[in-house]
């Protein structure tokens, strides 16, 4: 397409108007857990700060809800160190095993008359 006076630059009108991807984006569900932070109880103000800034840059709404688990495990506090102080529950690397009681059933003894 060539008009008239400054016609050294050719236009392409909508010839590939479809256009490039742009990145890579992920399908993100209401209410699905976006990141998860681990921290010592000291530094538990700054990495509320770093997620409220982390927040920005995402599209949409965020909220920051601090855990009463035990790290990534499925016990609550309390709950993983009465386990632990059990002998129920063992590390397993960021998780824990549950060690369910197994093995010779104690036969009470019988008392004598």
């Keep these: 397409m060539l008009s008239c006076a ?3 630059r050719l236009q392409t009108g909508m ?6 991807p742009q ?11 976006l990141m998860s932070v681990r921290c010592k109880k ?10 409220r800034r982390a927040k920005f ?3 949409g709404r965020q909220k920051i809800v601090i855990s009463k688990k035990w790290g990534f495990t499925k016990y609550n ?6 386990m632990r102080r059990e002998g129920t529950l063992i590390t ?14 104690v036969v009470p003894e019988e008392k004598d008359e």
């Excluded at 990145?23 to 857990?33: D, E, L, P």
Aim: charged share 25%; proline share 2%.
């Design 15 to 20: 010839r590939h108007a479809f256009g490039k």
């Design 42 to 51: 000291a530094h538990v103000e700054t990495t509320i700060e770093a997620l």
């Design 92 to 105: 397993d690397g960021n998780q824990a095993k549950y060690v369910a009681k197994r093995g010779r059933l």
């Design 57 to 59: 840059k995402f599209p």
């Design 6 to 8: 400054g016609a050294d």
């Design 23 to 33: 990145g890579v984006v992920a399908r993100v569900k209401i209410g699905q857990i």
């Design 77 to 82: 506090t309390a709950e993983y160190a009465q």
